[in-house]
C-alpha cells in the first residue's frame, strides 16, 4: 500500500543538529562537508518538530473502504512522526483487501483473522526516502566506480501499511493528563502512580474558594508540565547511547485511522469489499496555532455586558 515509482530507497544525510560546517576561504569541500550543509538544518526542524508538535496528522490522509474494487484507499495527505520527519503523499493510494487477507491468514503469529474473514485493521504512514534524477558521474578511473550515473536528488515521501488489530495511542506528558481529568496510558502500575501524585493537587485546588481558583489551577499546570519534561528524555539514552536526540525511534509510524470489521461479501458470485466503521477519530491530528489561540480565548474572555 504504498506509492509505485521506480527510486532507489536512500537515507539521510548526516543530521547532527549542533555542529555545522565553519567553511573558510579556499576550503576543499567533499560530499561530508556538503552533507553537513544540507543535514544541519535538516535536523534542526526535526529536533524542534520531535518535541515541540509530535507524531500527527496535519492535512489530509482520508481513508475509505471501495467495494467493488476490494480496496482500502487513503488520499494524499501531510503528517509529522515521532522523528520530526515531514509525511507527504501526493497521490491517492491503493491496497488490495483480498490480497492482503490471503497474506494473513498465512501468519500463524499473531493470528488475529477471524474464521469468517472479518478482522479489525488501522492504517499507518511511514517516512520513507528515495533517491531521484540520475545524473552522469564524473568519477576517476581509478577508483573501482563501475556506474557511470548517480542520483542527484533525495525526495522525501511517506508509505502506507494496513496493519492488523486496532490501534493504540501513547500520551505524552501524563501529569497534565491527569490534572485535566484525561485518559492515562492503559498500563495500571504507571496511571496509579500519576493518580497518587496529581489527584491531591486536583482535589485541592477545587476546594479552594472560587476566586483563588484561576491561580492555583495556573500553578498546578507549572508544576504538572515541569515534571512531566523531567521525565521526558530522548528514547536512545536508556540504551546508553548518548547521540540520540529524539523521543522516537524505529520506523515511528503515524496512525492514520482504524477499520472495524472489515470484511469481504461474495453474493451471487460476486465480492466485494466491506466495513464496518472507518474510525479517523484514533489518529492523533495537528491544529495551527492560529485556532488554538481563539478555542483558548473562549473561556476567558468576558462575554456579555459590562
Same mark, same amino acid.
Given at each position: 500500500?504504498?506509492?509505485?515509482?521506480?527510486?532507489?530507497?536512500?537515507?539521510?544525510?548526516?543530521?547532527?543538529?549542533?555542529?555545522?560546517?565553519?567553511?573558510?576561504?579556499?576550503?576543499?569541500?567533499?560530499?561530508?562537508?556538503?552533507?553537513?550543509?544540507?543535514?544541519?538544518?535538516?535536523?534542526?526542524?526535526?529536533?524542534?518538530?520531535?518535541?515541540?508538535?509530535?507524531?500527527?496528522?496535519?492535512?489530509?490522509?482520508?481513508?475509505?473502504?471501495?467495494?467493488?474494487?476490494?480496496?482500502?484507499?487513503?488520499?494524499?495527505?501531510?503528517?509529522?512522526?515521532?522523528?520530526?520527519?515531514?509525511?507527504?503523499?501526493?497521490?491517492?493510494?491503493?491496497?488490495?483487501?483480498?490480497?492482503?487477507?490471503?497474506?494473513?491468514?498465512?501468519?500463524?503469529?499473531?493470528?488475529?483473522?477471524?474464521?469468517?474473514?472479518?478482522?479489525?485493521?488501522?492504517?499507518?504512514?511511514?517516512?520513507?526516502?528515495?533517491?531521484?534524477?540520475?545524473?552522469?558521474?564524473?568519477?576517476?578511473?581509478?577508483?573501482?566506480?563501475?556506474?557511470?550515473?548517480?542520483?542527484?536528488?533525495?525526495?522525501?515521501?511517506?508509505?502506507?501499511?494496513?496493519?492488523?488489530?486496532?490501534?493504540?495511542?501513547?500520551?505524552?506528558?501524563?501529569? /497534565?493528563?491527569? =490534572?485535566?481529568? *484525561?485518559?492515562?496510558?492503559? $498500563?495500571?502500575?504507571?496511571? &496509579? +502512580?500519576?493518580?497518587?501524585? !496529581? %489527584?491531591?493537587?486536583?482535589?485541592?485546588?477545587?476546594?479552594?474558594?472560587?476566586?483563588?481558583?484561576?491561580?492555583?489551577?495556573?500553578?498546578?499546570?507549572?508544576?504538572?508540565?515541569?515534571?512531566?519534561?523531567?521525565?521526558?528524555?530522548?528514547?536512545?539514552?536508556?540504551?546508553?547511547?548518548?547521540?540520540?536526540?529524539?523521543?522516537?525511534?524505529?520506523?515511528?509510524?503515524?496512525? /492514520?485511522?482504524? =477499520?472495524?470489521? *472489515?470484511?469481504?461479501?461474495? $453474493?451471487?458470485?460476486?465480492? &466485494? +469489499?466491506?466495513?464496518?466503521? !472507518? %474510525?479517523?477519530?484514533?489518529?492523533?491530528?495537528?491544529?495551527?496555532?492560529?485556532?488554538?489561540?481563539?478555542?483558548?480565548?473562549?473561556?476567558?474572555?468576558?462575554?456579555?455586558?459590562?
Amino acid at each position: 500500500m504504498k506509492p509505485m515509482h521506480d527510486e532507489r530507497s536512500a537515507t539521510l544525510p548526516a543530521t547532527d543538529p549542533f555542529t555545522s560546517l565553519a567553511a573558510h576561504f579556499g576550503m576543499l569541500l567533499g560530499v561530508a562537508d556538503l552533507e553537513a550543509v544540507v543535514g544541519h538544518s535538516w535536523a534542526k526542524m526535526r529536533l524542534h518538530n520531535a518535541w515541540l508538535h509530535g507524531g500527527g496528522v496535519v492535512w489530509g490522509f482520508g481513508i475509505s473502504v471501495d467495494g467493488p474494487s476490494r480496496e482500502v484507499r487513503v488520499t494524499p495527505g501531510l503528517a509529522l512522526d515521532e522523528l520530526g520527519r515531514e509525511l507527504y503523499l501526493p497521490v491517492l493510494s491503493c491496497l488490495d483487501l483480498a490480497k492482503w487477507l490471503d497474506e494473513q491468514k498465512k501468519k500463524a503469529e499473531p493470528r488475529q483473522i477471524l474464521d469468517d474473514g472479518v478482522v479489525d485493521a488501522h492504517v499507518v504512514a511511514r517516512f520513507s526516502a528515495c533517491l531521484a534524477r540520475p545524473v552522469p558521474a564524473l568519477t576517476s578511473p581509478c577508483d573501482g566506480a563501475g556506474a557511470e550515473t548517480a542520483y542527484s536528488r533525495l525526495r522525501e515521501t511517506a508509505e502506507l501499511f494496513l496493519v492488523p488489530g486496532r490501534s493504540t495511542r501513547a500520551g505524552r506528558y501524563l501529569r /497534565l493528563r491527569r =490534572l485535566f481529568g *484525561l485518559p492515562g496510558t492503559g $498500563v495500571a502500575s504507571k496511571d &496509579t +502512580a500519576i493518580s497518587q501524585e !496529581v %489527584d491531591p493537587l486536583r482535589a485541592k485546588v477545587k476546594a479552594a474558594p472560587e476566586t483563588d481558583r484561576p491561580g492555583m489551577w495556573l500553578d498546578a499546570v507549572r508544576r504538572c508540565a515541569a515534571l512531566d519534561s523531567v521525565d521526558r528524555r530522548p528514547a536512545g539514552l536508556d540504551d546508553g547511547d548518548g547521540s540520540a536526540l529524539l523521543p522516537g525511534s524505529g520506523d515511528a509510524d503515524v496512525v /492514520l485511522g482504524d =477499520l472495524h470489521d *472489515l470484511r469481504l461479501v461474495t $453474493v451471487e458470485g460476486i465480492t &466485494t +469489499a466491506g466495513v464496518g466503521t !472507518v %474510525d479517523v477519530a484514533t489518529r492523533t491530528s495537528h491544529v495551527d496555532t492560529a485556532t488554538l489561540l481563539e478555542l483558548a480565548s473562549v473561556g476567558t474572555i468576558p462575554h456579555g455586558g459590562a
